[in-house]
């Protein structure tokens, strides 16, 4: 089973930090990746899309991906208490009629 | 962003009635739709891939005459639960793929609620 792994957390940072959330996967032909975030009782809503080696910078959010160590990470700079929620990492690993692969997700709780 | 639209958002039924759940895309064809299931802090579960013009595709362990899926069009694919009993109660999402850039947009989900 092909899988996309995260740390559940919770991941704890203090207003204003950096949070890094990590995702790898296993997969080696995934070839676009994505980041959800999702609110308590919300459904996810999509916030990256990263598909080459690198970083993909939109505001306070950057995408990583390594293709290589087959790792991605999202990182938020200057976090904020509305950033508290759950961060999917999904892959995907073909075209459109095949659904995206997430992993269970990391619980982030930013302190003000 | 694309974007979903699912409705209704929140249901409340009694022990048996069927339930209908509606989901469009609303600025792409979206030949392909998925359906999910997401109970109280636990991840997102993929219950089934809904083609259009065809019969859908349901993951394993997943009752295919409890969840019917109709995709009549390439904008609006259906989700009825029939005859729900209170462990149907869940968090039902909606999402379709844009193949323009393979994203994939969330409806906002429908509470359902069988007492």
């Known amino acids: 089973q092909k899988e996309v792994e995260q740390n559940s957390g919770p991941l704890s940072v203090p207003e204003g930090a950096i949070a890094s959330l990590n995702c790898t996967y296993s997969?080696?032909?995934?070839?676009?990746f994505f980041w959800y975030r999702q609110y308590s009782g919300k459904s996810p809503e999509l916030i990256m899309s990263i598909y080459s080696n690198g970083d993909k910078e939109d505001g306070r959010f950057t995408a990583q991906l390594n293709k290589a160590s087959q790792y991605v990470s999202l990182l938020i700079r200057d976090s904020q208490p509305s950033d508290s929620a759950t961060y999917l990492c999904?892959?995907?690993?073909?075209?459109?009629?095949?659904?995206?692969?997430f992993g269970k997700g990391t619980r982030l709780s930013v302190i003000a | 962003g694309a974007v979903v639209s699912q409705h209704p958002s929140r249901v409340i039924c009694k022990s048996g009635t069927s339930v209908k759940i509606e989901c469009r895309s609303l600025?792409?064809?979206?030949?392909?739709m998925f359906w999910y299931r997401q109970f109280p802090k636990q991840s997102l579960m993929l219950m089934a891939t809904s083609n259009e013009g065809s019969k859908a595709t349901y993951e394993q362990g997943v009752e295919k005459d409890k969840f019917l899926i109709n995709h009549a069009s390439l904008t609006l694919s259906t989700l009825t639960v029939t005859s729900a009993h209170p462990e149907d109660s869940s968090f039902y999402i909606c999402?379709?793929?844009?193949?323009?850039?393979?994203?994939?947009?969330f409806g906002s989900g429908t509470q359902l609620s069988v007492l």
């Open positions: 999904a892959d995907a690993r073909g075209s459109g009629n095949t659904p995206l692969v």
């Open positions: 997969d080696r032909v995934s070839q676009s």
């Open positions: 999402s379709a793929r844009d193949r323009r850039n393979e994203k994939l947009f």
């Open positions: 600025d792409f064809q979206a030949t392909t």
